[in-house]
């Protein structure tokens, strides 16, 4: 139910947004597919699964981002340049099989230089932050195979979660899901130590030959603990946050009564900047 209220205003407010155009930075060489569970909120059991992917560019720069969630863009950007309506997207979704997607932004490892990621919310105002790649990884005792590939397990501490990763040996690729990166090899699956959030790769595909494009807009660009404060916000009051900022919004619950954002679960994050967080995780 939280899910798909989120989901219903993210729809309202992109649609009232103007149509923005896509910039080519590299041509995707590599693209690796993953399953992913992840949790939504933190005392919650449930897990809800997405498509992410992985697109390596030939020039070096990778793009990380959820399937369903830009196919979401696609499919509304369409039917705002047609003038249709959100049940005109309702429609579509349902008949080429797009759920929701927790996801929100896109991943651009290796951009603008290389050793950086930017990292980009285009959904609800455009912002995007910047920070250095990578972790500090130590590797242990846990061999397996994936997919057909050897591979060697290493763990890591990084922004409030403890990950464990699987890499493989024979795909000289220093990558991973999300931000996870900087090891000898592709990280094929990797979890972090309270299962909230699960990536297993599913599909390796070569010589893709698509573009690896971003928003060509001007954003507001904040530093990392800045836009998580921001996307913290937003979730938890979406409709406070956006009359703020002169846009009639309103959610309402199943009975028509306007929804008591004060009763939200708390969202589990892939990361916290955080501080005291970082200590208790």
Known sequence: MMKQLIFSVLIL?????????QAALDTV??????????????KYTKMNTDEHRLDIGKSGITHYYSYWQSQFFH????????????????????????????????????????????????????????EPMG????FVEGDTIILEHPCQK???????RTWTAFYATDIPISDGPWKLCGLPGLILRAYDHSNSFIFN????????????????????VLKPEQAHKLIEQIYNNPDDYYRSKGQKTATYDENGRP???S??????????????EKRNK
């Open 263 to 276: 009763k939200n679960p708390k969202r589990a994050y892939y990361e916290s900047y955080s501080e005291e």
């Open 259 to 261: 929804f008591d954002w």
């Open 201 to 220: 790769c599913v599909g390796i595909y070569q010589n893709v030959g698509d573009a690896i494009t971003m928003m060509n807009e001007k954003r507001r």
């Open 29 to 42: 060489s590599y693209r690796f597919v993953y399953d992913v569970q992840a949790r939504a909120f933190e």
């Open 154 to 160: 290493a763990i890591c501490h990084y922004h409030g």
């Open 135 to 138: 972790q500090d990884w130590d």
């Open 13 to 21: 407010l992109f649609m009232g947004t103007e149509v923005w155009a």
């Open 75 to 130: 499919i509304t950007d369409s039917i705002y340049r047609c003038g249709g309506s959100i049940q005109d997207y309702e429609r579509v979704r349902h008949e080429k099989g797009i759920e929701p997607s927790d996801f929100l932004y896109f991943i651009f490892k290796n951009y603008p230089q290389r050793g950086q990621q930017t990292v980009d919310y285009p959904y609800y105002e455009l912002f995007e932050y910047q």
